[in-house]
Nanobody, 126 residues
Framework: QVQLVESGGGLVQAGGSLRLSCVVS????????MAWFRQPPGKERELGAG????????RYLTSVKGRFTISRDNAKNAVYLQMDNLRPEDTAVYYC???????????????????WGQGTQVTVSS
């Protein structure tokens, strides 16, 4: 059974930084596309950033480009999201997601990911 465990959320002032981590167990990590989705209060879940199984391809929400960086360490079964210059509108529950893929691809929608973490709250104060 594949399990995803996130950590690193919290409260930060606007302009600050946070680093989210997600460790995956129970599967062959190097065969999974990984992503960080976020769900702001009262809104739908959206892809914040995604990365292909080898780390070659990435995908970012337009509003986070240049501020967020997704990376992965296949030796540690972990994916990370470095978030810099945070804004109040980045406030959301952030979810780690995984999906087995035969090729280097970054699916864009939540429906395309099979496995999910429990979520971690990120709150950015103004």
């Amino acid at each position: 059974q594949v399990q995803l465990v996130e950590s690193g959320g919290g409260l930060v002032q606007a302009g600050g930084s946070l680093r989210l981590s997600c460790v995956v167990s129970g599967g062959t990590f190097g065969q999974y596309s990984m992503a960080w989705f976020r769900q702001p209060p009262g809104k739908e879940r959206e892809l914040g950033a995604g990365i292909g199984r080898s780390g070659v391809r990435t995908r970012y929400l337009t509003s986070v480009k240049g501020r967020f960086t997704i990376s992965r360490d296949n030796a540690k079964n972990a994916v990370y999201l470095q978030m810099d210059n945070l804004r109040p509108e980045d406030t959301a529950v952030y979810y780690c997601a995984a999906d087995w893929r035969a090729i280097e691809i970054v699916p864009a929608t939540a429906a395309e990911y099979e496995y999910w973490g429990q979520g971690t709250q990120v709150t950015v104060s103004s």
